[in-house]
T-cell receptor, first 113, second 115 residues
Framework: EDKVVQSPLSLVVHEGDTVTLNCSYE??????LLWYKQEKKAPTFLFML????IEKKSGRLSSILDKKELFSILNITATQTGDSAIYLC?????????????FGQGTTLQVKP | NAGVMQNPRHLVRRRGQEARLRCSPM?????VYWYRQLPEEGLKFMVY????????ESGMPKERFSAEFPKEGPSILRIQQVVRGDSAAYFC?????????????FGPGTRLLVL
């Protein structure tokens, strides 16, 4: 059964800290891995990763994929209170060709001033 | 270019009533996905639709739940005879293509509370 596991489930840091969020997956026929940020409303798209070892970067956020070890990390440097959110990792279901996403439980990040 | 629209944003129903949740995909998107997020849980896939077709409903409960995406108008997720366990946030996502390389964009969700 396809599975996505995120860790830690929750994290509390202070502004300026750097955090690393983890996502491991088991999926048949891997195609891509996606990161979303969920505040009070819609999950908003952050990154899609398809190739191992290539870092994707957007401002203070970056992410990388390791297809051999079946995991991805999301890094946030110089955290701000506005980074407080649930970070979701997802992979498309392996044996289905419909693009439906399998989500991890999410990591709840709280950044204190 | 408006994003994915969902309404209502909040819905309160008593046990036994019907809940109808609407989703308008992003302009140019013809693929719609519905997900449910129960308290303290991650998003779970429910159903995938294209215009006038249900493609994958493997995540839908067998009873009381149905979905449609008519030729004209929004996609509708209908829950009949709601029970307290249906209380959750229901998210709709859309994409322009079916394949797994295509990013899904999410709406703000409808938070259903069953009293």
């Amino acid at each position: 059964e396809d599975k996505v596991v995120q860790s830690p489930l929750s994290l509390v840091v202070h502004e300026g800290d750097t955090v690393t969020l983890n996502c491991s997956y088991e999926v048949t026929n891997f195609r891509s891995l996606l990161w979303y940020k969920q505040e009070k409303k819609a999950p908003t798209f952050l990154f899609m990763l398809t190739s191992s070892g290539i870092e994707k970067k957007s401002g203070r956020l970056s992410s990388i994929l390791d297809k051999k070890e079946l995991f991805s990390i999301l890094n946030i440097t110089a955290t701000q209170t506005g980074d407080s959110a649930i970070y979701l990792c997802a992979v498309p279901h392996g044996s289905s060709n419909t693009g439906k996403l399998i989500f991890g439980q999410g990591t709840t990040l709280q950044v204190k001033p | 270019n408006a994003g994915v629209m969902q309404n209502p944003r909040h819905l309160v129903r008593r046990r036994g009533q019907e809940a109808r949740l609407r989703c308008s995909p992003m302009k140019g998107h013809s693929h719609v996905y519905w997900y449910r997020q129960l308290p303290e849980e991650g998003l779970k896939f429910m159903v995938y639709l294209q215009k006038e077709n249900i493609i994958d409903e493997s995540g839908m409960p067998k009873e009381r739940f149905s979905a449609e995406f008519p030729k004209e108008g929004p996609s509708i997720l209908r829950i009949q005879q709601v029970v307290r366990g249906d209380s959750a946030a229901y998210f709709c996502a859309s994409s322009s293509q079916m394949n797994a390389q295509e990013t899904q964009y999410f709406g703000p969700g409808t938070r259903l509370l069953v009293l």
